[in-house]
């Protein structure tokens, strides 16, 4: 099956910085890749995601690219603010069927400082 | 967008009973749900996949006669811990697509549930 790999697993930064997380798949038929947002105690909220067809999506702040052949996935945050603070999940799921499960990767816990 | 009610979001209940979670999609027809299960400080793990009108499908490890799942409707999952034990307590989370390929997952907002 599906082994999603994230890294790091703490990321501190200053306001203002960028932030980057990176994450690797094993299955190449995946071909659908959300980030995820996780606030204590809350569920995952989508934040951007982005499909094997494409190769970078950007919105606003958020930008995520994708390396099929290498099969890794990154998404980085510019601008950071103190409200980016959360723990962020990358995923993986070969889609296109009814049964297109979601692999997570271990999280990373974001914190930005002011 | 699409929205997931997951009730209740908070439920204690005694060794040895039942508690029942909801998990309803609010303004759209979901083919296909899914429930996880998370530990503290750790990832979302699935627990089983269902579609309606159809037996869930369980991953390996996970009890299908302690973890109901019934999804009896295109809007409606429910996911029962039989016979709660300590260990069971846990942070509970679904999620349902109407159709993966175009539109992705929605989550609910999680059930903490803690078994005394």
Redesign the interface.
């Known amino acids: 099956g599906e082994n999603v790999e994230q890294h790091p697993s703490t990321l501190s930064v200053q306001e203002g910085d960028s932030a980057v997380i990176k994450c690797t798949y094993s299955d190449s038929a995946s071909n659908?890749f959300?980030w995820?947002k996780q606030e204590l105690?809350?569920?995952?909220?989508?934040i951007i995601?982005i499909r094997s067809n494409v190769g970078e999506k950007k919105d606003q702040r958020i930008a995520v690219t994708l390396n099929k052949t290498a099969k890794h996935f990154s998404l980085h945050i510019t601008e950071t603010q103190p409200e980016d603070s959360a723990v962020y999940?990358c995923a993986a799921?070969i889609?296109?069927?009814?049964?297109?499960?979601?692999?997570?990767?271990?999280?990373t816990i974001l914190t930005v400082h002011p | 967008g699409a929205v997931v009610s997951q009730h209740p979001s908070r439920v204690i209940c005694k060794s040895g009973t039942s508690v029942k979670i909801e998990c309803r999609s609010l303004d759209f027809q979901a083919t296909t749900m899914f429930w996880y299960r998370q530990f503290p400080k750790q990832s979302l793990m699935l627990m089983a996949t269902s579609n309606e009108g159809s037996k869930a499908t369980y991953e390996q490890g996970v009890e299908k006669d302690k973890f109901l799942i019934n999804h009896a409707s295109l809007t409606l999952s429910t996911l029962t811990v039989t016979s709660a034990h300590p260990e069971d307590s846990s942070f509970y989370i679904c999620s349902a697509s109407r159709d993966i390929t175009n539109y992705g997952y929605t989550f609910g907002s999680g059930t903490r549930l803690t078994v005394v």
């Open positions: 659908y959300p995820y105690g809350k569920g995952p909220q989508l995601d999940f799921s889609g296109g069927t009814s049964y297109g499960k979601l692999t997570f990767g271990q999280g």
